[in-house]
């Protein structure tokens, strides 16, 4: 048997449960996928069954082999692709930040993640591991809802609270959130460089320098973030695929599908088709 015949092939299957607004969760085998350097609106909280994984968590980068978990922020800017030969599987659970902090916390407040390297907790594992044997199973009811439940609240060790502030090293730029602005309001517009710059007071290459430097990503990829999330909400909600690419922006399904896969992993019909 060649080396190419051991490898494990890509597979890739979605949930979105209907008794949990705002969880998701990916079950996968990738070995040649690769994520481009992209964000989510919700925490990401995954498990590495088998296999390694690299990525890039904004400045920092990371490797998470089998049995270790690795947990991401709202909005943190990261990559991710096989650390060897054989790929990785993984299992991730998505959450929207709200879930977080009222089931993490009880009072509701948006917490932030203790640690941003890769981690080992033997008893979150197996609770995430539960919680996604529940999705697999197609578990109804309180049967998917506890599990989920009681994964967030082995997350709490870590989670610390929200600061007031936040560190002036990356204190917001007034003129990096008036293009963001125009990038979240025109969100499957085309935008020019000129046109971000002249709102900004920046010149383009200052703005480019300092949106980069503020948000992890250029802006043409940031409005590609804006247009998936409102792509995954328009296909959770029924709308076609052909529809939802163009209105979002896409010159067609095609090129809906393979942005698409490679921020989330799986196709806009399988994504579709999650529920």
């Known amino acids: 048997m060649t080396r190419d015949a051991e490898r494990p092939s890509e597979r890739a299957a979605y949930f979105r449960p209907k008794e949990l607004p705002g969880v998701e969760a990916l079950h996968a085998t990738f070995v040649e996928h690769a994520y481009r350097p992209h964000s989510h609106p919700t925490w990401t909280i995954a498990v590495v069954e088998a296999g390694a994984a690299r990525f890039s968590v904004e400045t920092t980068r990371q490797r998470a082999d089998a049995g270790e ?5 709202p909005d943190a800017v990261h990559t991710g692709m096989a650390a060897v030969p054989e790929g990785w599987t993984y299992k991730v659970l998505y959450l929207e930040p709200s879930l977080v902090g009222a089931w993490a916390d009880g009072g509701g407040r948006t917490p932030r993640a203790a640690r941003w390297v890769v981690f080992r907790d033997r008893v979150l594992r197996a609770r995430l591991q539960a919680a996604h044997s529940a999705f697999a199973a197609g578990e109804t009811g309180i049967a998917v809802e506890v ?7 082995a997350l709490r060790p870590h989670l610390r609270p929200l600061p007031a502030e936040r560190p002036a090293h990356r204190a917001e730029h007034a003129a990096v959130r008036r293009a963001v602005a125009v990038l979240r309001e025109q969100w499957n517009a085309r935008v020019s460089l000129s046109e971000l710059s002249a709102a900004s007071g920046l010149s383009a290459f200052e703005l480019a320098r300092r949106f980069r430097e503020q948000t992890g990503l250029p802006p043409h990829a940031f409005q590609l973030d ?42 806009p019909a399988r994504y579709a088709s999650a529920a």
């Open 69 to 73: 978990l690795f947990v991401l922020e």
């Open 147 to 153: 599990p989920v439940i009681e994964a967030v609240a």
């Open 226 to 267: 804006v247009r998936i999330a409102r792509a995954r909400s328009l296909l959770a909600a029924g709308e076609p695929a052909a529809a939802v690419a163009a209105h979002c922006g896409f010159a067609d399904q095609p090129h809906l599908t393979r942005v698409f896969k490679r921020a989330v992993g799986v196709t």
